[in-house]
DNA sequence: CGGGCTTGGTTCAAGTTTTAAACAAACTTA
DNA sequence: TAAGTTTGTTTAAAACTTGAACCAAGCCCG
């Protein structure tokens, strides 16, 4: 078959999303590790945890939830331990599994800064961005998660009879 | 002052756009990798220089385009060079500026990957978009890389008396 | 029950990237 | 020409990422 090649609107939306998600990460990794120390991924972290049930979280829950393998997010929060901000527990119900928890200290660093971050991602991406925008902005992602998630299992997953196993924490967080 | 927080629908989009940017680009990566042995950074190289009239590019020029440090470009150079696709000359002009020039082994890779890495593209983000979100995500993007861009010499722009210095480059390339 | 498969998580080693600071050479400009 | 800029590279140290291999625990089924 012949390559469908991008419409030259295709290009430019393209070429302005790479540049867009390029700046865009660069200017909050670099916010967070100026005025927090840390790369975006380690808040992210820390950010996921403190809305858990309890402040903790399945280590493959919340690699699932961060999109990173578990041997990346094994790494990440090795290195948080290491500061203090997040403690390894172990799962009651489950023995292999072990619990991420954001520590009082994680908690505090969290708060301290989330106020910088949050006003970077405003400045430089929702005070740019119309209501509308963020809406379509919200629509135009979730369709590509969603498309970009599923592919794994999707092919098959009529063949599997279960849904998903219940995690150890006490109430199902969303998203 | 008080944080301005994020605002539900903004938290959801601002979620929806990390889980979609990780996701995205890990695809991509993937493909690139496998298909054509080499990161996307690197392909976004050789397909800026394969463009650029002559198919040359000063450093600066292409770190710019790139929106990534020309260190970082200095590094991704040397790689791509090392492997053949890509040469480096001096320009005539400014004898400090170098060149990054695509070989015609580069220009051969190149176009053996793309089109894998269109379809990529094209099954992962476009397939999945109208062509009213097409239009919708460039704005969005060109908006925020514009914030970004500026921010640098934005605040004191006014004082410097030039513009911009010509590139060796015979003609302007676009974005 | 007892293999055999799956899942959860870590370890390990090897590579790859990234960063930042420091430089030298080439321009510019006053 | 001297001071200041811009270009591009070098360098060394970190940081990160990957993938395969592993182990332990849980599950399934005859």
Known sequence: MTTR??????????????????????????????????????????????????????MTDLAERLKITRSRLTYVVTRLERDGLVRRENCRWDKRSSLAMLTDEGVAVLERTAPGHVETVRSTLFDRLTPEQVGQLEEICTGIARGLQGEDDASGAEDVPWRRRSSCSSSPASS
């Open 5 to 58: 090649w991008l419409t030259p609107e295709e290009q430019r939306a393209w070429r302005a999303y790479m540049a867009a998600s390029r700046l865009l990460e660069d200017a909050i990794d670099r916010q967070l590790q100026q005025e927090g120390g840390m790369p975006h991924l380690f808040y992210s972290v820390l950010a996921y945890l403190s809305e858990a049930p309890d402040r903790r979280l399945r």
